[in-house]
């Protein structure tokens, strides 16, 4: 019988702060949203294409795609209500544009900040949890390539990539090492387990990394740090990679030693989803265990991705239920009170 983690009313569950973006982010949040209420979404806001950098560009907001796209997943609201933030207008001059970014960008207009904005509206979606820009700074990503090629903005990045035809050396936010909203750093301060990714390595998960005060506060967190990792290489921005690369690339962008742990895919495939990868140039991540190791990673390898309209993500309940089992495995252990004939978790190190 496979073994189902005990579940806490979720009001006592972990506190636990995500840090990222894309769709990878707010798909783990679907799941993690069943175990715990105490959940802090660190989002990136570097974003600078689609109907998100149209908003950017033409309000002078912080882009809100991605942080909809965790409130969505968070909501406790009416279907129609969550069917109605992922609209997409299909003419005019609105075309392509989500309701739920309008949504956000007139909540911007009526708030103060735009943290505050993004505060407002979780309210409105009674979400589970909190979603935090990471930074309310108006940031662009640069990044530069192995031929010593450079290009600024999120959108052109993959673009670029493919053109120069080699591996990206470094991103970095400009204006650089803007300052963190404290409320995120208070989220990863309170943490019991830290969480990055899963999401593109350069584009949503790194960004977050150059706020100035988040390494410095996962660094000093006891929490348990986890890295979930790709299933999948991605197109234009980590062809040939493993998963040694992309811990190598998050050392590089914080410290050597950020995480300890890496969370990594053991179900199986299909061919023909994989062939239709590869003509792409992408490929399921191989596991390069023993160069994780000397990196200072242990790799945790379990059935966690599942395949949705051909397209390989990470099934939201399993990846929660292994976090979830991760976080007790390596959190707590299990003694038993030989007197009073019971068993009680004590806290590791107690």
């Known amino acids: 019988m496979e073994y189902q ?13 995500v840090i990222g973006g894309g769709h990878g982010l707010s798909n783990m949040l679907r799941g993690l949203k069943e175990y715990t209420e105490n959940l802090s979404a660190i989002v990136t806001v570097a974003d600078d294409g689609g109907g998100s950098g149209a908003l950017r560009q033409d309000l002078g907001m912080p882009p809100p795609g991605d942080i909809r796209n965790c ?10 209500m969550k069917q109605m933030m992922d609209y997409r207008f299909q003419e005019g001059t609105l075309a392509g544009q989500s309701f739920g970014n309008l949504f956000l960008a007139a909540m911007n207009g009526i708030s103060p900040t735009f943290d505050a904005a993004v505060r407002r509206m979780s309210e ?5 949890g909190r979603v935090l820009p990471v930074t309310t700074a108006d940031v662009q990503l640069e990044a530069e390539f192995e031929n010593g090629a450079s290009v600024v903005g999120e959108s052109k990045i993959s673009y670029c990539k493919k053109k120069e035809d080699c591996r ?24 019991d387990m830290i969480v990055l990714g899963p999401g593109s390595l350069y584009t949503s998960i790194i960004p977050n990394l150059l706020v100035e005060g988040i390494v410095g506060a996962i660094v000093n967190s006891s929490a348990l740090k986890i890295y979930v ?20 690339a998050l050392f590089q962008h914080s410290v050597q030693g950020l995480f300890h742990l890496c969370l990594v895919n053991s179900s199986p495939i299909p061919a023909d989803v994989s062939a239709r990868y590869a003509q792409e140039g992408a490929e399921a991540l191989r596991y390069d265990t023993d160069r994780c190791a000397a990196l200072g ?8 991705a599942t395949v949705q309209g051909g397209f390989v993500r990470h099934h939201p309940d399993k990846l929660a239920q292994e976090l979830i089992l991760l976080h007790a495995e390596r959190n707590v252990r299990i003694a ?15």
Do not use: W
């Open 5 to 17: 983690p005990y579940r806490a009313p979720r009001k006592h569950g972990p506190r636990i702060a």
């Open 71 to 80: 409130m969505v997943a968070l909501a406790n609201t009416e279907p129609l």
């Open 124 to 128: 409105v979606l009674a979400i589970t």
């Open 168 to 191: 990206i050396t470094k991103v970095r936010l400009l204006p650089e090492r803007p300052k963190a909203l404290p409320e995120a750093l208070a989220a990863i301060r309170e943490a």
């Open 229 to 248: 990792c790709n299933v999948m290489t991605q197109e234009g921005e980590t062809e040939g990679y493993t998963a040694s690369d992309h811990i190598a």
């Open 297 to 304: 990673v242990e790799l945790v390898s379990r059935p966690i």
């Open 336 to 350: 038993r009170d030989f007197k009073a004939d019971k068993y009680q978790a004590e806290k590791r190190g107690t």
